[in-house]
């Protein structure tokens, strides 16, 4: 019969054992973090609540996961630096391209997109090709590490010299405005709301120099950390098929962008 010392290290040794593994399923099970930045209509901040088009479409999905999860704003530069070295990481909305296609887990597209470099209807630019732009050296707008950045500087244009770099898609259309730079490069909704969003009639201000349908193909998509475990992306898959196959899709992009 073991000492009564014996059973008290043996109940100790059980009960450390019992925390950890407690400790250990802690670990597994941190929740999912969702993060975007503010680019309306698609994601945005009213009235201290995110909405838009694919916040509304990731809250449907989430729920018909059974997962509940806040969703952070912050700069995209941030948010991507978050979903590409964080455990458990969900970002969105995101453009799938050949040079991010290894970066992370990618669970389908969310929202349809249209790609320009605008100028403006006061100082209209009209271009051929991207090359073009490039030769004639025009300053152009663009947001820190998002695709319209990355796609002009996988064709040679540099930051500090054909790029000028911000954080806020709204600054960028006021240097348009302004005349600080030639060219904007945005997504077209974003434009048109960024544009209405300063009390200006987006027909009357911009100009369609150029059209980009390398950044248009699958649309903004939803992609997840490499540490995601494949059981959170493959369900975030199944269930984003799901509303697709019964009509909650398709009614949430009517409700924002019309029959």
Same mark, same amino acid.
């Given at each position: ?29 941190? =929740? ?5 930045? #503010?680019?309306? =209509? ?13 916040? %509304?479409? *990731?809250? !449907? ?9 806040? &969703? ?5 530069? /941030? ?7 964080? $455990? ?5 909305? &995101?453009?799938?391209?050949? #040079?991010? %296609? ?7 597209? &969310? ?7 605008? +100028? ?11 090359? #073009? ?7 152009? !707008? ?12 996988? /064709? ?9 770099? +911000? ?6 259309? #006021?240097?348009?405005?302004? @005349? ?6 945005? $997504? %077209?909704?974003?434009? &048109? ?11 009357? *201000? ?9 950044? %248009?193909?699958? @649309? ?18 199944? !269930? ?5 196959? $019964? @009509?909650?899709? $398709? ?9």
């Amino acid at each position: 019969m073991p000492h009564a010392w014996h059973l008290r290290s043996l109940r100790a040794a059980l009960a450390a054992a019992g925390l950890s593994a407690c400790l250990a399923g802690t670990l597994v099970a941190d =929740p999912l973090r969702v993060v975007t930045e #503010e680019l309306p =209509p698609y994601n945005m901040t009213e009235a201290g609540k995110v909405t838009g088009l694919s916040t %509304e479409v *990731v809250e !449907a999905v989430l729920r018909e996961m059974g997962i509940e999860a806040s &969703i952070q704003v912050m700069p995209w530069a /941030r948010a991507y630096d978050l979903a590409l070295h964080a $455990d458990n990481v969900m970002i969105y909305s &995101i453009t799938r391209t050949p #040079e991010r %296609e290894a970066l992370f887990q990618w669970a389908g597209p &969310i929202a349809p997109t249209r790609w320009f470099l605008f +100028s403006t209807q006061a100082r209209p630019v009209t271009l051929a090709n991207l090359q #073009e732009a490039l030769d004639k050296s025009y300053q152009i !707008a663009t947001v820190n590490q998002d695709v319209g950045e990355q796609f002009l500087l996988s /064709r040679h244009f540099q930051i500090g010299q054909t790029l000028q770099q +911000s954080n806020h898609y709204s600054l960028n259309y #006021e240097k348009l405005k302004r @005349g600080h730079v030639a060219l904007w490069i945005s $997504d %077209e909704l974003n434009a &048109i709301y960024t544009a209405r969003s300063s009390g200006d009639d987006p027909k009357q *201000v911009l100009f369609r120099s150029l059209e980009l349908p390398e950044l %248009e193909d699958g @649309g903004f998509s939803v992609a997840f950390s490499p540490n995601t475990p494949v059981k959170t992306v493959e369900s975030f898959r199944a !269930a984003l098929q799901r509303l697709r196959a $019964d @009509g909650r899709y $398709d009614a949430i992009v009517r409700k924002w962008l019309g029959p």
